[in-house]
């Protein structure tokens, strides 16, 4: 065990003994999500680095406190990548902060998310011990899948000191097309195309001065992709012009996202839904950004509205959840998790307690009480 997981795994031991909370944290670019943040901060930042890469395996492993852009910037030199294009939020995102929040870019919707490529995490639970589940393969599992357990699970189960990944080769054809129309019409494109077989991997519908545009990404093959851009009709956009477009719209960077500056009262929702749902009708300032071919609905909205909210997405099929609080970009955490039904929150607090029995990792932040 080298110095920094050394002295981390003392931190946690003492903070176990005298049940001080931890707060973890890497590149803190994730602090506006969440209920609460409390307890001493453990920076993951001194566990970094790339500790294995076998390219032709597709195959990586990094340190949790790795910077995030480092990784991808290595994996861009041979021609590789993340595939779910996870959000970086700032300069700071580690590896670590991209699997324990587990949030996913544009691309999700057809390729898949975060826990889809974890293939082996390190952690130290909350007995300060020393864990490792998975591997560097796919099929390596036997029992519970712990390893993807960790994606999204928010630091509260255990602190990341390692994670292996899959990784993909860069696709080698792209093409963004744009087509005017309003929510009903792109939903409605978007729904046909996904029947058929188009190399389709990312959408974004937005409306900007009272005009409704939807953008397009397509991946795959060049025939495959040229033969889509014939079909699919609209115009065709320059790749490089629109590259730092679906990066912005990945990390929330848009015009839509920053008009939230502006009212100070609105609160930034996710509605997670069925890709078939219609238009909603939501109690909402501005018309949504609507992502991962109609299954993603970003909305802007006063925490009032919330039970309006809630039942549109759930009369679909659907949840709703505050991503960002009201007045909260990107300085404080004070968004809310979905409720869960007192089921499944019987099994969170099961879970809670075998990885973490003391309560000492990022209390609150998922849930009151853990």
């Known amino acids: 065990m080298d110095q920094a997981l050394a002295q981390i795994t003392e931190r946690v031991r003492a903070a176990v003994a005298d049940q001080t909370p931890l707060r973890i944290r890497g590149g803190g670019t994730k602090d506006f999500h969440g209920r609460v943040l409390q307890g ?60 324990a929040a587990g949030l996913s870019g544009p691309a999700r919707a057809s390729v898949g998310a975060v826990r889809d490529y974890v293939l082996g995490v390190s952690l130290i639970n909350g007995k300060a011990e020393a864990l490792t589940f998975g591997g560097q393969v796919m099929k390596n ?55 058929q077989p188009l190399p389709l991997n990312a959408s974004c519908w937005v409306q900007d001065g009272g005009v409704g545009t939807l953008y397009v990404r397509l991946r795959g093959a060049v025939a495959a992709v040229q033969a889509a851009c014939k079909t699919m009709g609209g115009t065709l956009l320059d790749n490089a012009a629109t590259a730092p477009d679906w990066s912005a719209c990945r990390d929330h960077t848009l015009p839509w996202f920053a008009q939230r500056a502006q009212q100070p009262d609105l609160a930034l929702w996710r509605l997670s839904l069925p890709a078939t749902a219609p238009v909603l009708a939501l109690p909402a300032a501005t018309q949504p950004l609507v992502e991962w071919h109609g299954a993603l609905r970003w909305v802007q909205a006063p925490a009032s509205a919330g039970d309006a909210l809630r039942a549109a997405a759930e009369a679909v099929g659907g949840s709703a959840s505050i991503f960002v609080a009201a007045g909260a970009y990107p300085e404080s955490a004070s968004g809310q998790f979905d409720p869960k039904s007192a089921a499944l929150a019987q099994i969170h607090a099961r879970v809670k307690q075998a990885f973490d029995p003391a309560g000492i990792f990022n209390p609150g932040r998922l849930a009151a009480g853990w």
């Open 40 to 99: 001493e901060v453990m920076d993951t930042r001194r566990l970094a680095g790339i500790t294995s890469y076998e390219p032709s395996e597709l195959v990586v492993t990094a340190r949790a406190g790795t910077p995030l852009a480092e990784l991808e910037a290595v994996l861009a030199e041979k021609g590789q990548c993340l595939p779910f294009e996870p959000p970086h939020f700032g300069p700071g995102a580690t590896v670590g902060g991209m699997v």
């Open 141 to 195: 599992v036997a029992g519970y899948d712990v390893s993807r357990l960790m994606a999204g699970a928010w630091g509260t189960l255990g602190l990341l000191t390692e994670v292996s990944l899959k990784v993909l080769p860069v696709a080698p054809a792209e093409a963004t097309l744009r087509f005017e129309c309003n929510q009903a019409d792109a939903l409605r494109k978007l729904h046909a195309w996904g029947g």
